[in-house]
């Protein structure tokens, strides 16, 4: 199946199934809106130009949201009340050395175990682990240069929880699975994942909920490589799915689907197993910035530098089991180039966004 957006300023959409079938609007028509615009949430600095540059944390039990962007050498990470009031702002940096400059920052991600949860820094020099308000600091890494040439810069990027392993992706194309006690600062390497040849831009995972041979975790890099792997006491790689060209900067998986979003503006959906490609999507004009994924509703969030944020309903053909795409919600950003956008609760029904040169965290909700 294809589907495509007809224009950036256009709200409507085409759909081109395998069997032929199309549907398409007129021009100029509009889709219903779902989501409102809120307050928005003022930041010390604004967000830095980099994919997937916003985090979100729902604490329901205290009626908060905590919400993480990087600033070049520092993270800012937030408190917010429902209603978008600003609680408590800190700053993170990684540390160095007295009078060397603190490196740049790469992403900063909120790992949701099953019996704690981190927040986790990645930067030009080492990883950093933090208790989940930014207060403490229980394990850091420093990044090997053994490998790396004169000319290659170290980074690690793209950073998830799966089962109670911490996975970050570095530079090398290597993943690093750190091991989790359920308290403490006992962290240590696990393994390393060596199926990328080029730098790891994303990595997702979903709960397989003790299904053997399941996959739960999905990793993507600049050559818009997907690896698929199945986590264990050691993790093993499924299915490769190639690249065609183009870099993946942000990629999410849900019951069994891997949705990749790419350089040149496309999501796709494949089967997490086969590799099969199930669904195209020409979404955006310009590169795909940040996916998320609201999994118990099956909303799939895509954000890019053309301006717009869509929203995509995902479901599973009750027939023949195919998934079926249906485009619920378009949003334009005037003049600003986004870099971050997050689901801000399970059932997708608010989401969060920034942009590069954006002094500000936009919010919207359900109508």
Known sequence: MEISLLKPSCKGVSIATSKGRTQRCSRGCSIKRMFRRERSIPLRDSAAALSNNLSVLQLPARDLTHFGVVHGPSAQILSAAPEGVPLAQRQLQVKVGVGVSPPLITQVHWCVLPFRVL????????????????????????????????????????????VHFICVGTWSGRV?????????????????????????????????????????????????????????????????????????????????VVAAGYGNGQVRLYDAITGALHVQI????????ALDLAPEVGKLLSAAEDTFVHIWKLNRSPENGSIEVEHCHGECISDTQVCGAR??????????????DLAEILRFSSV
């Not at 933090?130 to 790396?148: N, P, Q, R, T």
């Not at 390497?189 to 003790?210: F, K, M, S, V």
């Not at 020409?282 to 910035?289: D, E, L, P």
């Open 343 to 356: 689901f801000c609760d399970p059932s997708g029904s608010s989401f969060a966004v920034t942009g590069y």
């Open 176 to 256: 690093l699975v750190f091991d989790i006690p359920a308290k403490g600062p006992n962290i240590v390497l696990n393994e390393e994942l060596a199926g990328h040849q080029t730098p790891i831009t994303d990595i997702a995972t979903e709960r397989a909920q003790g299904q053997d041979g399941v996959a739960d975790m999905v990793t993507a890099d600049d050559s818009g490589v997907l690896c698929v792997w199945r986590s264990g006491t050691a993790f093993t790689l499924l299915t490769r799915i190639p690249g065609f060209g183009v870099p993946c900067p942000s990629v999410q998986l849900w019951q069994g």
């Open 282 to 289: 020409s979404a955006h004009a310009r590169t795909v910035c």
């Open 119 to 162: 927040l986790v820094l990645t930067s030009h020099r080492r990883i950093q682990m933090y208790e989940s308000d930014g207060s403490l600091m229980v394990y850091w890494h420093a990044l090997d240069s053994g490998d790396a040439s004169s000319a290659q810069a170290m980074f690690a990027r793209g950073i998830a929880a799966c």
